[in-house]
C-alpha cells in the first residue's frame, strides 16, 4: 500500500477532503521534478490550502515540514516554538535528525532570528559565532520568524548539507509560507 492509500485509509475524515490531501500530494511530489523556483510558486499557491480543516497548530506544522522534505530534502527541517514561560525556544515538528530541544537567547541562528526578528540566511555554519551544531553535517542554514502581533512565536529552520545551499530566492520563497502560518496561529489549537 502506498501512502496515499494509507493516509486515505487511515484518516477520519471526510472523502473529499482524503481525494483533496492525496491530489496536493501526488501534485507535490511532480513539483519535485522542477526548479527550485518553480517549487516556490506551486507550493505558494498551495499553503493556504494545507490548512484548510485542520486547527490543531502540531498537526498543521508537522505537515509543512513533510512537505519541504518532499519537495527540498533538505537535510533538517523543522520548527522551534517561542515557550514563553521559560523564555526559551523548544522543539516542535520537525523532519530529520534528531535534534536539540531547547534554544537559548544570544546562542545560534534560531535565537537570532528570535532575537533580531529577521530572517537569517548563513552560508557556512561555521563561520556563524556560537551556531548550535545539532548535527555534525549542516553546513548551511536559513531560519525565518513566525511573527504575530510584532511577537516572535516560532521560528522555521532549514539545514543543509551543502555550503551556501541559501540564497534570498529561498527567502522570498518561504516568506508566504510564514506570513500564512503567523495569519492562522492565533485560531489554531
Ligand atoms: N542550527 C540551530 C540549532 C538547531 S539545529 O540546527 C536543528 C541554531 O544554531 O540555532
Same mark, same amino acid.
Not at 530541544?101 to 548563513?122: E, I
Given at each position: ?15 473529499? +477532503?482524503?481525494?483533496? $490531501?492525496?491530489?496536493? *500530494? ?10 527550485? !523556483? ?23 506544522? *508537522? ?7 518532499? !519537495?527540498?530534502?533538505?537535510? &533538517? ?7 514563553? =514561560? ?7 515538528? +520537525? ?11 544570544? =546562542?545560534?541562528?534560531?535565537?537570532? *532570528?528570535? @532575537?533580531? =526578528? ?9 563561520? +556563524? ?24 512565536? *516560532?521560528?522555521?529552520?532549514? @539545514?543543509?548539507?551543502? $555550503? ?9 520563497? $518561504?516568506?508566504?509560507?510564514? @506570513?500564512?502560518?503567523?495569519?492562522? &496561529? @492565533?485560531?489554531?489549537?
Amino acid at each position: 500500500m502506498d501512502w496515499h492509500h494509507y493516509l486515505g485509509a487511515r484518516m477520519n475524515q471526510s472523502p473529499d +477532503f482524503v481525494r483533496y $490531501l492525496c491530489s496536493m *500530494a501526488q501534485s507535490l511530489e511532480f513539483s519535485a521534478l522542477d526548479s527550485r !523556483a518553480d517549487q516556490y510558486t506551486e507550493l505558494g499557491k498551495q499553503w493556504e490550502s494545507l490548512f484548510r480543516g485542520e486547527r490543531n497548530r502540531i498537526a498543521n506544522l *508537522a505537515n509543512v515540514t513533510a512537505v519541504l522534505k518532499s !519537495a527540498f530534502e533538505w537535510h &533538517w527541517i523543522g520548527f522551534y516554538l517561542v515557550d514563553f =514561560k521559560e523564555d526559551q525556544l523548544v522543539l516542535g515538528p +520537525f523532519q530529520g535528525p534528531l535534534a536539540c530541544t531547547r534554544l537559548f537567547h544570544g =546562542k545560534g541562528v534560531c535565537a537570532a *532570528a528570535w @532575537d533580531q =526578528k529577521r530572517p537569517q540566511l548563513v552560508p557556512n555554519v561555521e563561520e +556563524f559565532n556560537g551556531h548550535v551544531a545539532c548535527s555534525s553535517l549542516t553546513q548551511s542554514e536559513m531560519v525565518l520568524p513566525i511573527i504575530v502581533d510584532d511577537r516572535v512565536v *516560532a521560528v522555521l529552520d532549514i @539545514d543543509s548539507e551543502h $555550503l551556501a545551499d541559501f540564497s534570498n530566492e529561498d527567502l522570498w520563497g $518561504l516568506i508566504p509560507l510564514v @506570513d500564512c502560518i503567523a495569519e492562522h &496561529w @492565533d485560531q489554531w489549537e
